[in-house]
């Protein structure tokens, strides 16, 4: 008999350790992600590789040294052996170097736009998953409100039942209700805690044991905007944007690079050579050293072929049409966002007529007739889902308008939600 329960005892301490939760307030949350998310971590890392890539641009050729033996015949002659030296430089011509600086510098403009974009969409996205969760919450607390009421509703039934007050089918369906709306809530907790347990993951931290639980006030996003200088501000401001911007100079500096790499470079030569002793009788020579220099110009046969110039050329074309590209999706972007956060504004306006109060007070009229035995159950159920439903909207309508304000804002490329 003990083992029957200690299974369950088990599992109901394990589920109370998990359900273990921390508030968290939207400052200190946001704060955590822009110290702590992974992903931002590792895209800074590009700005490390762009600095280095700036410092291996500014690199020179290096020289090459070279040496060497010969034999003049000295078994059959006896003309000696020799020993050769010499070093050799390629000077670049054409300005290759100061053309693969400027192309690394542009790049890493670019990375940096890049990485000024990512934190844009990353708060963003964490903001909403914020605000996700709260909603969460808030219909998890709605579900089981509905659920003890009904609960109660359940127990008065069965004790009015065995009054003789009202039929068994009724005290039976209030229970039914109530199981069904528990499965609803269970349903609606699942979701809720993970969206709680995404809060850990956008902040790069993990707690088995530990949920956080946000905290805030989402009666703070009202704005009120001008939609042209939203889209000014966007083409003004946005990483994106910027980024396409720069990479339109990165392809005029691989174009300026591609000319620049035609260019024939100079070989520079010096070299000394040392002989031995020549013992032959017919031309007996003492031992040299000589000294050579030359310059070698390489045969430029590549350069009748100009793919890398068609391909530069294609790039400076392609990324001029990206950039149009990227500005009309800017603009597209601040303008659904902008309409859609006015429509949010005006479904939750709706709400400012007392349509939440109205259900409200039908719910609690309803349920007062059902106990005085005036009206029956099933008017009391219509009117618990329609309470239900309308809570529903409204906080759906609440962090929905929420919602449209973070989008805009970010399609906008400005920020000052704190809630």
Sequence with gaps: ???????????????????????????????????????????????????????????????????????????????????????SYTLELGGKRRARINLARSEQEVTRHLLEDYFRNLRADATVAFLTAMQQQRLYEIKMEAYRYMQQLAQADSIRFKAGLITETDARQ???????????????????????????????????????????????????????????????????????????????????????????????????????????????????????????LPLKFSNRNKGDLMAANAGVKQQETVYRQTLLQVQTEVTTAYFSYLGAGHQLHQFDSGLLEEAKKVLEGRRYSYQRGETSLLEVLNAQRTYNDVQQQYYESVYSHATALVELERAAAIWDIQF
């Design 1 to 87: 008999m003990k083992r029957r329960w200690l299974l369950p005892l088990l599992l109901l301490s394990g589920l109370m350790a998990v359900a273990q939760e921390k508030q968290l307030d939207f400052a200190t949350y946001l704060s955590g992600v822009g110290q702590h998310n992974l992903g931002y971590a590792a895209e800074k890392f590009n700005m490390d590789i762009a600095a280095a890539n700036v410092l291996m641009a500014k690199v020179f050729p290096d020289p090459e040294i070279n040496a060497g033996l010969f034999d003049n015949g000295q078994r059959r002659m006896q003309q000696g052996y020799g020993l050769t030296t010499g070093i």
């Design 174 to 296: 209030s229970r039914i209700e109530a199981g069904m709306l528990l499965n609803e809530a269970y349903g609606v907790e699942a979701e809720m805690k993970t969206a709680f347990v995404q809060l850990h993951n956008l902040m790069g931290t993990y707690r088995g044991d530990t949920l956080v639980a946000p905290q805030g006030d989402v009666s703070r996003f009202e704005r009120v905007y001008s939609l042209p200088e939203l889209v000014t501000k966007a083409q003004d401001e946005r990483a994106d944007l910027l980024a396409a911007l720069r990479q339109k100079d990165v392809s005029v500096k691989t174009l300026q690079l591609a000319k620049a790499a035609r260019i024939i470079d100079l070989g520079l030569n010096l070299g000394v050579n040392n002989a031995t002793q020549v013992t032959n009788v017919v031309a007996p020579t003492p031992s040299m050293n000589t000294v050579s220099a030359g310059i070698s």
